[in-house]
C-alpha cells in the first residue's frame, strides 16, 4: 500500500505533476519518474464543509489546498481545526473516505505541532 | 458555414416535479416544438444534454429514449454530457451540425431529476466531476471548491459576503418574476447576515459560503429548436440567431491552475463567442451567468469583460446588474433562483435569452434588447462555453 | 369512583416550569414568535395537522398522524409532562415541535412539523424545544429520533447527537440519539437564537392562533412538495367540510 505521497517528474524538462498527466503539462513529453514529494506544506486557501457527500459520518470535513516545495500543489483533507491560510501543516497519504464499502485514500494535512 | 437560428423555445417550471425525468424532457420539447409550430415536420436530430441519469435516475441513452417517446422516429439522437455545461454542449453540437450543412432541423433538450434522492446523494453525483483521484477521494464537492475560489477571491479583491448576498437578492427578486422558477421568495440583508439568527436563516455550506450563495438541487428540462437561416421563415416566430460561439478548457483540478482566481476558460471562451459574433462586451445588452455560486456571477462577469478584476462586487452594490442596469445579469433568477436542474441550465439560459431578445420576457423584460450572452461554466470552470445571441435572422 | 378512576388513568406529572417565549427574526425580517401553546389551543392545531395526514412525502403523513395523536393524548391527560411549542407569525402557524418530560432528568423529543416551508421554522422550532429541555426544565438528557432524511441531517449530524443501541425510542421502537448537556452546551450558539423578552403587545397579538385558510397550509405543503395529487385531494376535502357545514347550518 502507498504509504508516501508521490508526484510525478517529466524525465524531459523537470516539472513535477500531482496528480498523474500522461503528457506532461509544459513540454508534452510522456516519460515520468516518481518522486517523494515529502510531508512537509504550507496551506493556500481552505474551507470547513458541511454539506457532505457520500460516505461521511461526521458533521464538517475540512478541505484545502497545500502547497509542497517545488511549488507543487495538491488538494488534501486537513485533519483538525482554526486553519489559516500560510499555516504550516504536515502531509500523509491515508485513507479519506468510503463509498458503499469502497475505500478511497488521498492526502491528509495536520498541524505542525510547536516545539 | 451556414447561419443557425433559434426558432422554438420551451421549458418546464423548475423546482420539486412529481414528473420523472423522461416526462419533464417529453415536456419541454413539446412545448418548444409548440412554440415553433413545427406540427408533423420532421426533425433531422435530437440532442439531449444530461449529467447524472444514470447515476441518480438509472437510466442511459437518454437521446435514444426521447425520439422514441415523441414519435420523432428515425431522426438521429444523441445523449451529450459535460457536467454543468451539457447544455450549452449540446446546443454547441445541434449548432455545427446545421452550420456545416448536415441537418436542417434540430432540438436541443436538457434536463435533470435530482429530487427523487438525498441532498448527500445528489451532491456527491455532481462531486464526480472533479479529479477521480487527487479531488473526489478527499471528499470534494462543488460547494467546497467554490468556497475556496472564493476566500481567495475575497483575500485578493475585497469581495464582501454583502456583496455575496446582493447577487442572491437580485436573482431571487428576478425570479419572482419567472413563472418557470423553482425558489420563489425575497429575503432581507439583515435576515441572511446581520441580525443574530442569521446563523439559522442562513448556515455555512461551505465556509465561507452559505445557504443563501448556492444555487438548489431542481428537476426541470428545457428545449430550443434550431434551423438553417433560410428556413426560418418556415416557423412563426421571431428568429433569434447564434451570432457567435466559444468553448475552453483549463485544468481539472483547481490547484493546478497556477492561479486559481483566473478562470482562463470563462475570459478564453467569451472572446472566442464575442470575436465571432463581432462584438465587445460592451455591445451586449442582456446577459445570462452560471451562478451556482454567488461568487461565479461575480467573478464571471468580470472574466467576461463586463467589469474590470476587483469591480465586479461593487457593481453589484451599485445595481449595474439589475434588470434596468447598464448590464442586466441573469433576468431569469439565475441558477440561485431559476434552479439548477444540472443538464438543463445551458438550454435554460438560452431559453430565456430568446424570450428576452423577442421582447417575451414580460415583468422581467430588458428593454430594447437585441444582443444576449450566456456562459455556461463546466465543471468548476475547466470546461465553458459561451454563446452571443442576437435579435432577428 | 369516576374520579379516583380518572387519576389512575392519567400518568403523574412532574412540575413543568413554563417556556419564555421568544421571537426569532425571520429571512425576509418577518418575525416568528415561539411561544408555549395549551391545551385550549389543540383543536386549532389539530384541524392545522389533519390535512398532513395525506401528504405521502417528505413523511408529512407519517409526521402528521403521530403528532394528531399526541395533541389528542396530551388534551385528555393521557401523554406524561407534554408540551407543545408553536411557530406564529402575524397568528399564522407556521409550526409546531412537541416533546415530553420522562423524568425530571430526561425528555423525550417527540414530533417537528413544518406548515410553512422555505423559512427554516423547522430547525428554529426544534431548537426552541431542546431549549426548554435544557435550560427551562432542567433536565440533562433528550432521547431523539428522526423519521425522515431530513430530520436526521438536521439533528442527529448538527447536534453531532449520540447513538445509544441500548435504547428504543418510544416511536416504534426507532433508533435513538441523545442530547447530552455538553452537546448541547457546544452546539447551542449557532443553532439556538432567539431575543427577549417578547413586548406584550407582540405577545397577546399572537392569540388566537389563525390558520390562513383551514386547508390552504396543508395544500401548499403538498404542492411545494410536487404533490399535485394530494393537494388536489385537499381542496376537495375543503369544499367538502366548507359544503358539510353549511348544509348542517
Known sequence: ?115 | ?393 | MAVNLEEKLRPPELPMAPYPPKTVMLRDGRIMVVREASREEVPVLLKAVHPTLFVDSDFYDLVGSRLYSELLGWVKHRVRNEFCLVGLVDRELWGIVNSRMYDKNLGISLHTLTLKRGFRVGQHLFAAKMEHHMDFLGQNEVYITAEGPIGFRKWMIEFELEYDPNVQHELGGARSFTLTRALWEKHKPRLCVGRRPVAKELLDASYPIRIPDDWEISAQVALESGQKRAAEEIKAMERKFKKDTEASV
Open chain 2, 1 to 393: 458555414m451556414r447561419k443557425v437560428v433559434i426558432v422554438g423555445v420551451g421549458m418546464t417550471k423548475f423546482g420539486r416535479r412529481v414528473e420523472g425525468l423522461m416526462q419533464l424532457l417529453s415536456e419541454a420539447s413539446l412545448a418548444a416544438m409548440d412554440d415553433a409550430g413545427i406540427g408533423d415536420k420532421p426533425l433531422d436530430a435530437v440532442y439531449v444534454s444530461n449529467m447524472a441519469g444514470g447515476i441518480l435516475n438509472h437510466q442511459t441513452a437518454l437521446g435514444s429514449s426521447l425520439v422514441d417517446r415523441l414519435s420523432l422516429l428515425p431522426a438521429a439522437a444523441e445523449t451529450v454530457e459535460n457536467g454543468p455545461a451539457s447544455g450549452s454542449s449540446a446546443i454547441k453540437n445541434a449548432y455545427f451540425s446545421i452550420a456545416s450543412g448536415a441537418y436542417d432541423l434540430v432540438m436541443v433538450t436538457g434536463g435533470e431529476k435530482m429530487g427523487d434522492v438525498p441532498g448527500f446523494v445528489a451532491t456527491d453525483a455532481v462531486a464526480t466531476m472533479s479529479h477521480p483521484e487527487a479531488e473526489y477521494p478527499l471528499g470534494i464537492t462543488l460547494p467546497s471548491l467554490a468556497a475556496m475560489f472564493t476566500k481567495l477571491y475575497m483575500e485578493r479583491y475585497g469581495i464582501t459576503s454583502d456583496q455575496l448576498a446582493m447577487v442572491a437578492l437580485k436573482n431571487h427578486l428576478n425570479g419572482l418574476k419567472n413563472p418557470y422558477s423553482h425558489i420563489r421568495g425575497d429575503f432581507i440583508l439583515e435576515g441572511v447576515l446581520h441580525c443574530p439568527e442569521a446563523i439559522v436563516n442562513n448556515p455555512y455550506i461551505a465556509e465561507p459560503l452559505r445557504l443563501y450563495d448556492c444555487c438548489p438541487v431542481s428537476d426541470g428540462a428545457a428545449s430550443v429548436i434550431l434551423c438553417a437561416e433560410e428556413k426560418a421563415k418556415e416557423f412563426t416566430t421571431v428568429p433569434v440567431t447564434i451570432a457567435g460561439f466559444g468553448q475552453a478548457t483549463d485544468h481539472q483540478t483547481v490547484h493546478e491552475r497556477e492561479d486559481p482566481t483566473d478562470l482562463k476558460a470563462v475570459t478564453l471562451a467569451a472572446k472566442k463567442a464575442l470575436d465571432m459574433a463581432k462584438l465587445t462586451p460592451k455591445d451586449i445588452d442582456v446577459a445570462e451567468l452560471h451562478d451556482a455560486f454567488t461568487i461565479l456571477e461575480i467573478a464571471q462577469s468580470e472574466h467576461v469583460g463586463f467589469f474590470k478584476k476587483g469591480e465586479g462586487g461593487k457593481a453589484v452594490e451599485a445595481g449595474l446588474t439589475q434588470i434596468g442596469g447598464k448590464i442586466p445579469i441573469n433576468p431569469s433568477g439565475g441558477l440561485k433562483s431559476r434552479g439548477h436542474p444540472v443538464g438543463a441550465t445551458g438550454v435554460a439560459q438560452v431559453v430565456e435569452l430568446v424570450w428576452q431578445l423577442r421582447g417575451q420576457a414580460g415583468e422581467r423584460q430588458v428593454k430594447n434588447a437585441s444582443k444576449g450572452f450566456s456562459l455556461n461554466f463546466g465543471g468548476f470552470g475547466n470546461n465553458v462555453i459561451a454563446f452571443v445571441l442576437k435579435k432577428g435572422a
Open chain 1, 1 to 115: 500500500m502507498q504509504d508516501k505521497i508521490t508526484g510525478f517528474r517529466c524525465k524531459k524538462c523537470k516539472k513535477i505533476h500531482y496528480p498523474y498527466h500522461d503528457r506532461c503539462i509544459k513540454c508534452k513529453g510522456r516519460e515520468f519518474e516518481e518522486v517523494d514529494m515529502g510531508s512537509e506544506c504550507e496551506l493556500v486557501t481552505f474551507t470547513e464543509l458541511t454539506a457532505l457527500p457520500t460516505g461521511f459520518d461526521q458533521r464538517v470535513l475540512n478541505l484545502g489546498v497545500v502547497e509542497f516545495p517545488a511549488k507543487v500543489r495538491a488538494t488534501a483533507q486537513l485533519i483538525g481545526e482554526n486553519f489559516r491560510i500560510g499555516q504550516k501543516l504536515r502531509a500523509k497519504w491515508g485513507l479519506t473516505r468510503e463509498v458503499d464499502g469502497e475505500e478511497f485514500y488521498g492526502i491528509q494535512c495536520f498541524p505542525v505541532e510547536k516545539r
